[in-house]
């Protein structure tokens, strides 16, 4: 694997879902679709994390495990997310992430 | 070999981006978490390609099993305003500036960046075909009960409290529960929230749009 493929193409495809995955959190009007977003780019962060491990220290597990970590607050954070969202929905009637402006100034 | 390799790293790198990009595009938000599985699922290749076969069981468990299923959850409790016909990005120039971020963000930044830098490759270990050290579950395991305890310890409180703050969050107390209503009721409801216009709804017009205030409690509930 590593002679076959440079460290440079895992980390494009890495940048591309980052990026597809920012594009995604800020342009999407319903609240789950911004989460999808989320953790798109949380994935290319991992991906990140394991090509570095596997190219550069492939003797010490530093870069998986953080990866690990990374998983477990990913799903942290969608578990509370997605219940905020089912929360304001019941409240709002609504999942668009305009509508929902009472903290506005 | 490494033809081989080289081909099935293209057919990863085109799934996971494609989905990902079907994923930020399609119009219904069902269609795009059953794309979000799919690059999932890529994404779990590539570890098991990069020789991280912990990584990606973990990937396919938590990811494809748990955090799809509770995002597809929470479109189905939210279904009547995630359906085929409603927009589902913004619109006019909000639209285009960010995807003008996005991409230049890829092609200004990120790409000349990681093609540029010299990265500090280790030396291939000795003659071409002796295995190369690499750590594996066995070294992951004492990794997480010796260097990294404490952390460990902490992402375990971590998910106890997001589990905890789930269930609070989203609970609904019984007394509160809207219940579904009635054909008459609902008309009822319309007429009244529709008071200030007078003019009867005709009858083929679309539900009016949710509003964006809290509804209290008395209103719905009879």
Known sequence: MTAAVPLEAVLVVAGALFCIGLFGALSRRNLVGVLMGVELMLNAVNINLVAFWRYLEPRFITG?????????????????????????????????????DSLKG | MATVIQIIFGLIAALVVGAAVMVVTVRNVIHAALWLIACFFGVGALY?????????????LVYVGAISILILFAIMLTRQVTGEGVRQLVGGWRLWLTA?????????????????????????????????????????GRAFVYEFLLQFQVAGVLLTVALIGAIVIAFEERARRRRVLTLAEEHELRKRLAQPPPVEAPVGEPAPAPRATPISEGEVQQ
């Open chain 1, 64 to 100: 998986q495990t953080f990866a690990i970590f990374i998983i477990c607050v990913a799903a942290a954070e969608a578990a509370v997310g997605l219940a905020m969202v089912i929360a304001i929905y019941r409240n709002w009637l609504t999942v668009n992430a305009d509508a929902v």
């Open chain 2, 48 to 60: 098991l390609l990069l020789e991280a076969e912990f990584l990606a069981v973990v990937q396919v």
């Open chain 2, 100 to 140: 003008a971020i996005s991409a230049l963000l890829f092609a200004v930044a990120i790409v000349p960046t990681v093609i540029s830098h010299s990265w500090n490759l280790p030396a291939p270990p000795g003659p071409p075909g002796t295995p190369e050290p690499l750590a594996g579950v066995a070294e992951l």
